[in-house]
């Protein structure tokens, strides 16, 4: 693991902590970004840019890239007052990029090349975006080591979960005409030699098209790598997310012998039983229709509360 751009700092006003009480792990879409309008809320930057500046670890891990990080968390928090000496870290494209920034921007962004799908079979899906499905999404361009699309904010979801499974079953075609082997759900379509390299992962806004080694229990092992060579190690982990997927962080987490609980801002997919606790927007005395970026918002203030900050 590469060490932080920004070291912990003494400038006054920060509080850096080597065992802090809570860490915490978010994804973006959902949690802390509408998934609606893709932006977040004035009042979960302010919350975190709060807890940041208590000494409590803010972690992004998330399947964005690093533009989107940049523009619509870094920028807003560094506007908000960010101290200088505050080190926010952000795990990108599921764990294959990743950087660090301070009030006085983002430093060197990191990748880990190995982990990129072939250039030539995310130049084809841009082509098949623009052929045959930009009236309902478009292709990211921003992305560094995955190949995704995204739905036109525009479109109403109805339409693009519709066509979303068309440009999925093409986007499937491809990687075998590439000789690639994918997984998609419970659909495997190995290569040549029975290997399944990379897989179709959909989202309500998004497909995101990835190495298998990708994941959110990646992001957590670099977001615990990242802390420890600041010399910050947390007594608890809160991790955030608004899907199935997401529960991969505190999986991790848990079987590495981290104390755990984990926030599902979106529990009507179902919240399986875990070794570990699992919160919702009821735990904090809200209904059951506080979801998205109005629970993670909520559960972020609450825990501002809970530290002082």
């Known amino acids: 693991m590469t060490a932080p751009a920004f070291p912990a700092s003494s400038t006054p006003g920060v509080r850096p902590l080597s065992a802090p009480p809570l860490a915490l792990l978010l994804d973006v879409d959902g949690p802390v970004a509408s998934p609606v309008t893709r932006d977040v809320q004035p009042a979960i930057i302010a919350d975190m840019v709060a807890l940041a500046t208590a000494g409590i670890p803010v972690i992004f891990n998330t399947g964005r890239s690093d533009t989107f990080i940049r523009e619509q968390v870094m920028e807003p928090m560094i506007a908000a007052g960010m101290p200088s000496g505050t080190v926010i870290h952000a795990i990108c494209e599921k764990g294959a990029v990743w950087f660090s920034y301070t009030a006085a921007g983002a430093g060197p962004i990191h990748m880990d090349h190995e982990l990129a799908v072939p250039k030539a079979y995310g130049d084809d899906v841009r082509r098949l975006v623009a052929e045959d499905y930009s009236a309902h999404m478009f292709f990211d361009e921003t ?3 995955m190949v995704s699309v995204e ?13 979303q499974q068309l440009f999925e079953s093409d ?4 990687m075998a005409r590439h000789g690639l082997g994918v997984v ?3 659909h495997h379509v190995p290569d040549s030699d029975d290997a399944v390299d990379y897989r179709v992962d959909p989202t309500i806004i998004s497909t995101d098209i990835e190495s298998v080694r990708l994941g959110k229990d990646l992001g957590a092992s670099r977001a615990v790598e990242l802390l420890a060579v600041q010399g910050i190690t947390p007594q608890a982990w809160r991790t955030v997310g608004d899907s199935r997927t997401d529960y991969a962080m505190a999986d991790w987490l848990h079987h590495n012998d981290h104390s755990v609980k984990h926030v599902d801002v979106r529990p009507a997919d179902g919240v399986p039983v875990k070794p570990y606790d699992v919160l919702t927007a009821a735990d904090l005395g809200l ?4 979801i998205h970026d109005d629970a993670g918002g909520a559960f972020l203030h609450n825990w501002r509360e809970s530290v002082g900050a």
């Not at 739905?151 to 066509?163: C, F, G, M, R, T």
């Not at 986007?171 to 491809?174: H, K, N, W």
């Not at 209904?287 to 506080?290: A, G, K, N």
């Open 143 to 145: 992305k560094r080591a």
């Open 184 to 186: 998609r759900l419970d």
């Open 171 to 174: 986007a499937m075609g491809l």
């Open 287 to 290: 209904s059951d229709d506080v």
């Open 151 to 163: 739905q036109h904010i525009e479109v109403p979801s109805a339409d693009y979960l519709a066509e």
